[in-house]
């Protein structure tokens, strides 16, 4: 027996010596992998190793101990509502307080496992069940305009379904992002017992970035960002559920209820000061009711603004092309800002409170070419509908977004929801309404246009599994 030990000690020597031989000098030297602070890592491998350590803890769970997960994401979104929300603000410093808060307590509504589903086909020669399983690890990138609750959201839909994550935020955004993440941990681990569902990297780089997007252990990307991240994630070799930009138009036409499309307006593109993606950007009126427009826009609230101070502001807040090939370049220290801000660059004292400010343009103003993000909407006149729709197509860009009208003409309705083929096309409501705030349906901050998955949810971030069994289990 002692000669067998013996011998078996020697083999396992000499195996270990020559794997020992082979490395030196020819591998990356092995790394201890710290186990970070509840998540939160400063090394991306690191930060990737975890979360697939993340998701194999997921594997052995429940569906049970993932509704846990589900649950405590959103308790604490709502639950801590205040604090994050100020959190937030301090840090990227846009927005508003009160929108920051509350985007963080409608994370309730974002679904869950209870979006999880079986399909089954039985026949003459047996039974056949599709099941949704998880693709693993999910690289996500969050943007600076909704930090935490675009981290939240992606959380509860990503590991409803199985998954793990593995957060590259916003640098400007990336401090609330990574408390996000402890407080999630943190209550996870308490509940269940699994680590690192969810991890962050605490100095995101363009160079973690496409780390994430590199990485073998990475199976597929979600991001949520401007054109330039969109664009790398869609030239990455993974799958990727790409959240591109927008341009969002409205249509009011002569049919329209003026009082509750300017009450809409004012409530979706006043909303934190703008940040939405489909937020209301550009308004296109009818000639004909132009001017009772104008003034149901005074009645609900909003600032107008003359041609001079339009004309101020426009100069504050773009530069001009540098060569024809080129577009306006948006001075990024107004976006998000309070209309009142943006009033004092146009010579205007208002109120802090003041949620809006509007004005007639042409449709030359690069407010309406440009996603811009700000507390400003140009109103242009068009001729009727139809003209209407046609530059409600053109400022749109194709990007296939986000688009709006106010009308009561069933026709024209029909005729701009097909010609836009938007991902999103809101009648007679504010923006929000689009993701079930005010109006039927769900919410995700993570609207994949290019790549079409359009508002995510867990069934967003499956893959299809197929099960036969031949000749049996039918019982009909």
């Not at 301090?90 to 808060?101: A, D, N, P």
């Not at 026949?123 to 969050?142: K, S, W």
């Not at 000639?287 to 003359?306: H, I, P, Q, T």
């Not at 024809?324 to 209309?339: I, P, S």
Request: glycine fraction near 8%; charge should be negative.
């Amino acid at each position: 027996m002692q000669s067998t030990e013996d011998t078996i000690r020697s083999v396992v020597q000499e195996v270990l010596a020559e794997l020992q031989k082979k490395n030196n000098g020819t591998s990356v030297p092995k790394r201890e992998r710290q186990d970070g602070d509840w998540g939160v890592f400063a090394d991306t491998d690191q930060a990737i190793a975890a979360a697939n350590e993340g998701f194999a803890g997921l594997r052995e769970a429940s569906m049970e101990d993932r509704a846990k997960i589900v649950e405590i994401v959103k308790r604490i979104c709502f639950e801590q509502s205040e604090e994050l929300g100020k959190l937030e603000l301090q840090e990227t410093k846009v927005g508003r307080l009160e929108h920051k808060i509350e985007k963080l307590q409608i994370i309730k509504k974002v679904p869950g496992t209870e979006w999880m589903k079986t399909d089954a086909m039985s026949g003459d020669h047996g039974l056949m069940i599709v099941e949704y399983a998880p693709f693993g690890v999910i690289g996500a990138i969050t943007p600076v305009t909704h930090s935490l609750p675009t981290l939240a959201g992606n959380v509860i839909n990503m590991v409803a379904s199985g998954n793990s994550m593995v957060v590259n935020p916003h640098p400007s955004g990336k401090k609330i992002a990574c408390e996000g993440v402890r407080r999630f941990n943190r209550a996870i681990y308490a509940a269940t017992g699994l680590q690192n569902v969810v991890t962050i990297v605490s100095e995101p780089t363009l160079e973690s970035a496409e780390r994430i997007f590199q990485h073998r252990d990475v199976k597929v990307l979600c991001v949520t960002g401007g054109p330039g991240v969109a664009r790398a994630a869609m030239a990455s070799r993974k799958k990727a559920i790409v959240a591109g930009p927008g341009n969002p138009p409205v249509l009011v036409d002569e049919t329209a209820d003026l009082d509750n499309a300017a009450r809409s307006i004012i409530a979706g593109g006043g909303y934190d000061n703008n940040l939405l993606c489909i937020g209301e950007k550009e308004v296109f009126v009818v000639e004909s009711v132009f001017n009772e427009f104008m003034a149901a826009m005074d009645r609900a609230g909003a600032a107008r603004m003359n041609s001079s101070q339009i004309d101020q502001l426009t100069k504050a807040a773009f530069s001009p092309p540098e060569n024809k090939d080129d577009h306006w370049h948006l001075n990024r220290d107004l976006v998000g800002q309070h209309a009142s801000v943006l009033a004092k660059h146009a010579g205007m004292s208002l109120p802090e409170s003041t949620p809006l400010l509007f004005g007639e343009t042409d449709e030359q103003n690069p407010f309406v070419p440009e996603e811009q993000m700000m507390p400003f909407v140009p109103i242009v006149r068009c001729r009727n509908a139809d003209h209407g729709i046609d530059l409600c197509e053109k400022y749109e860009h194709g990007f296939r977004h986000t688009s709006l009208i106010h009308s009561r003409n069933v026709r024209t309705m029909s005729t701009m929801g097909r010609r836009m083929d938007t991902t999103l096309f809101i009648k007679n409501g504010p923006s929000p309404a689009g993701l079930g705030l005010g109006g039927e349906g769900y919410l995700s901050f993570s609207i994949a246009t290019p790549t079409g998955e359009g508002v995510t949810n867990p069934m967003t971030f499956t893959r299809q599994r197929r099960c036969v069994m031949v000749d049996d289990l039918r019982i009909v």
